[in-house]
Nanobody, 126 residues
């Protein structure tokens, strides 16, 4: 079993930056992938970014490409989401996720991910 704990959310003005962290515990995450999703009230959970744990290959939603950067620290079993040039539309609860499978064909679907964090609120004011 894997437990995921997010941190780093908060309130920021448009154009500002935040860095989210997600620490994995319970077992050493040695393969598969980790990612970030976000959700606003009444909407489906939306894919933001993912990274393969072993190779560090990254994937992004079009809406955040060039503004957000996902990275991982194997030694700390932690994944990060650096968010720059934030917009009010980025306001959401951000969830960390982990998946034992390396498949990327379905990675944008939240249903295929094995583990989830509790979420952290990000609010961007205009």
């Amino acid at each position: 079993q894997v437990q995921l704990v997010e941190s780093g959310g908060g309130l920021v003005q448009a154009g500002g930056s935040l860095r989210l962290s997600c620490a994995a515990s319970g077992r050493t995450f040695s393969s598969g992938k980790m990612g970030w999703f976000r959700q606003t009230p009444g909407a489906d959970r939306e894919f933001v970014a993912a990274i393969t744990w072993r190779g560090g290959i990254t994937y992004y939603a079009d809406s955040v490409q060039g503004r957000f950067t996902i990275s991982r620290d194997k030694g700390k079993n932690t994944v990060y989401l650096q968010m720059n040039s934030l917009k009010p539309d980025d306001t959401a609860i951000y969830y960390c996720a982990a998946d034992n499978d390396l498949s990327i064909a379905t990675m944008k679907s939240p249903t295929v991910w094995d583990y989830w964090g509790q979420g952290t609120q990000v609010t961007v004011s205009s």
